[in-house]
């Protein structure tokens, strides 16, 4: 196509880009947000010195995203839109990323179609309307990508790639499983002078990851609710990386199709090495999660690029079309108030309508507390009455279950929330029922006068039975 040879090649790069901020940035503040968002939220407004002092104890491998978050609730307020707002960067920067990628290894026409797929991407757009890391790491894997391949062919110096590897394993640790796939890209390409300075720059940037492993890896009961994955899992993180299931026999055959040398050389290492070898590690140690492999939907897009490049325009046009209307139900749907897994807004609408002046708050696991930073506003004048240290860890410390009936002794109404429908671990299983008792049976002084439901859980409002002493 003429205009695409003769204009200037951010035109490649800024229609992926744009149409990624418009899609990611469609109602934002659709779905409410969730219990991870909720953490987020939760430590972005905590003073410094208590902020330390969680990643001491948990989620240390999300710190760096973390005091990014609090630059942003401190400049932006911590609305929705605020929070996820650095998520659609995210995106924005992948989808712009990969199209100069693609430009510079296949073309303007390869660079815009690769963009423009990450563009449509439902599993992008998913996780750029939530505020956690993985958009921003799959940004920053594409950039990383980028730097790595000017180094190939422009013999730029490496140390711009260094910092955003470093930066890239910081955000999340999984990512740097792009490292073994840049290491085969660089084999592939048979470039020996640039191996020979890429091994050290990576060392360098591999440091402080390592650092942040060390702290970390104590910390590693909070994903010991991961499974092995089976073949379900496999079949699903294909469809992901793909866009659609009904799209996803047309990326094999496309990806087939388009094996361009040099951009296969690039992408191929990307696609394939970092699932393989976290479903591979996982069948040992259960880590594999779908968000931790977003980053490599670019890579899939490039593959997928170079094979509608073969087409003429009168037939790759339609194809990437028909991609888009594919993915729509998927963009549809994510965008639904209640396609989280749990729905905080409707749990905060149901206190705040319901709460007068001298309630109390309970929560049936301790972890539930979070869910009060997700919109803090509806809890406002609510007695978390057996919390001890509320800020001591990510939830906070309760008193022992010896004082909760003294805790509850000067108060009348309680809302008691049963965030998890899951069984309690059996750490807290023997608190939680004692907390029950107190409110349901035996010799309880209380009785429920409401019940409300929402996706995740369910609000109990107890009144104590007259006369209230």
Known sequence: MPVLRHRTP?????????????????????????????????????DLGSFFAVLGEIDAVHGLYYLLMKAVVALFGDGETALRAPSVLGAVLAAGATAEIGRRLGGARVGLFAGLLVAVSPALSRYAQEA????????????????????????????????????LGL????????????????????DRALLLRWAPVTAAALAPCAVLAVVALPQSDQVSWIERPDAVVVTDMLDGLAGTPGFFAFTVVLILLGRNGELWRTAAPW???????????????PFYVFRYVLFCIPAVALLTAAGLDRLRWSAGVPVLLAAALLALPAHQQMRLPSERA????????????EHRPGDAVVFHYTSSRRV?????????????????????????LEVPPRQFAGRLAGVRRI??????????????????????????????????????????????LYERRPPFT
Do not use: C, N
């Open 10 to 46: 951010a035109l490649t790069v800024a229609v992926p880009a744009l149409l990624t901020m418009a899609i990611t940035g469609f109602r934002l503040d659709g779905p409410a947000l969730w219990r991870d968002e909720a953490v987020t939220a939760g430590m972005a407004r905590r």
């Open 132 to 167: 956690r890391q993985y958009t921003l790491a799959a940004g920053l894997a594409a950039l990383a990508t980028l730097l790595l391949v000017r180094a190939l062919r422009d013999r730029r110096p490496l140390r711009w790639y260094g910092v955003t590897i470093a930066l």
């Open 171 to 190: 955000t999340h640790l999984f990512t740097l499983l792009l490292v073994p796939a840049h290491l085969a890209a660089v084999l592939l390409h048979r």
């Open 271 to 285: 696609m394939v090495l970092p699932p393989l070898l976290l479903l591979v590690f996982s069948l040992w140690s």
């Open 342 to 353: 749990d729905d905080l807004r409707e749990l905060a609408r149901i206190v705040r309508t």
């Open 372 to 396: 009060m930073s997700a919109y803090p506003e509806a809890y406002a004048g609510l007695d978390d009455v057996l919390a001890a240290r509320p800020d001591q860890g990510l939830d906070g």
């Open 415 to 460: 809302f008691y929330v049963d965030h998890s429908r899951k069984p309690a671990s059996s750490e807290f299983a023997a608190v939680d029922a004692r907390k029950d008792s107190l409110l349901r049976g035996g010799r309880a002084t209380w009785i429920r006068t409401g019940r409300w439901l929402f996706k995740g859980g369910s609000v109990h």
